[in-house]
């Protein structure tokens, strides 16, 4: 099932949860140099300002928005977040929600600044990150739409309910916009949660929107019918972490503000989650070993919760997250055709 498909109907029912599976190579990374050596010790996993819990089951609303530093803010809720960016002649804005949120974002910017928006970036293709982007284009015809060659690819087409949502500019691998403080930096190093994640800097600021192959500090739910793998995905984040110099602060794609630390031992982490299923596929072995290895190591706790966490209460566990990665990372080891799992079924949730 597309999962444009799937997100149109949990939103329609008001719930919401994320994506699944595909195949790619295999990570050959290894620890970044000048990687962090611990896991982060002081976490900024709190809920954002004004944050008021959903009273029934969905997604949270949009919250007020929260300033990050320098030129960057962050709105939080109604689908990924919304990062920020205010430019000396307008506002460049990181993926806008599900749809029907774009004057609830217009609002929140217009507390900070009355400036146009006449930058859209997408991380990616789903429609809670490219929901609301018909509306800035409305608002201002010549708005520039930013997506990675495969995610413009598939924002150009109708999917289930969702029209074409087509990019304006797209590119492969690196782009740069704007210059001097308002510079914003686009990169794209492989496939994670699916094959067009891309990584947004402002250099200026030191700041880094990551999108969703970095979402609720948990292994990254993969879509398989828009080119992820769980595989790939940790020699994305590993190139990434290696590849991107200067940022010291991060905007999950849902959740938090992270330092970079954070980042670079969410890489790692991913890592050594690829690497074992690697080995338990080898030992013929079942997902749940490969989140019994990692959580006996008693290394990667951070991203291994066993509890939702506030405000992202719809984002399941970490150790959930790791076991659908496991599942589907063994899937594309063994050659099968990964499967979509949105969620895991209470009955199928991780237990020691």
């Known amino acids: 099932m597309n999962r444009s498909l799937i997100i149109g109907t949990i ?14 190579a295999d990570s050959t990374a290894s620890a970044t140099a000048g990687a962090s050596t611990a896991i982060a010790t002081t976490p900024m996993d709190t ?6 819990p959903a009273t029934g089951p969905g997604l949270p609303g949009v919250s007020p928005i929260e300033h990050v530093k320098g030129q960057v803010y962050k709105i939080f809720g109604a689908g990924g977040n919304t990062t920020v960016f205010v430019m000396s002649d307008g506002v460049a804005l990181v993926d806008t929600k599900l749809p029907n949120t774009g004057q609830a974002i217009l609002d929140e910017v217009r507390k900070v600044t009355d400036k146009p928006v006449t930058i859209v970036i997408n991380t990616h293709s789903h429609p809670d990150h490219v929901g609301s982007n018909q509306f800035f284009k409305d608002q201002l015809p010549t708005v520039e739409v ?9 924002m150009a087409v109708a999917s289930g309910p969702f029209p074409a949502n087509p990019a304006t500019t ?4 690196k782009t740069t916009l704007g210059a001097g403080k ?3 930096d686009v990169y794209y190093f492989g496939p994670g949660h699916t094959n067009g994640d891309a990584f947004i800097v402002f250099a200026n600021d030191k700041v880094m929107a990551t999108g969703d192959i970095m979402a609720w500090s948990m292994a990254p739910l993969i879509d398989p019918s828009s080119g992820g793998s769980a595989i790939g995905a940790a020699d994305t984040l590993m190139k990434a972490a290696a590849g991107i110099k200067g940022v010291d602060t991060i905007v999950e794609g849902h959740g938090y ?8 031992d969410f890489a790692n982490f991913n890592k050594a989650l690829a690497d074992e299923t690697r080995k338990v596929n080898a030992a013929g072995g079942t997902p749940k070993d490969v989140v019994d290895n990692l959580v006996d190591g008693g290394k990667w706790t951070t991203f291994l919760t066993d509890h939702t966490l506030t405000g992202l209460e719809y984002g399941s566990t970490g150790q959930n997250r790791a076991l659908i990665n496991a599942i589907v990372g063994l899937q594309e080891l063994r050659g099968e055709k990964p499967v979509t799992i949105m969620n895991l079924k209470p009955e199928e949730a991780y237990k020691r």
Do not use: K, L
């Not at 930013?146 to 598939?154: C, E, G, T, W």
């Not at 797209?170 to 691998?173: A, I, L, R, V, Y």
């Open 182 to 184: 308002d510079r914003i």
């Open 257 to 264: 503000i992270q330092p970079w630390s954070r980042f670079v």
């Open 170 to 173: 797209s590119f492969e691998t």
């Open 146 to 154: 930013v997506a990675q060659a495969n995610s413009a690819s598939r």
């Open 47 to 52: 809920p954002p300002p004004g944050y008021q």
């Open 11 to 24: 939103v329609a029912t008001g719930v919401i949860a994320a994506c699944a599976t595909a195949p790619s």
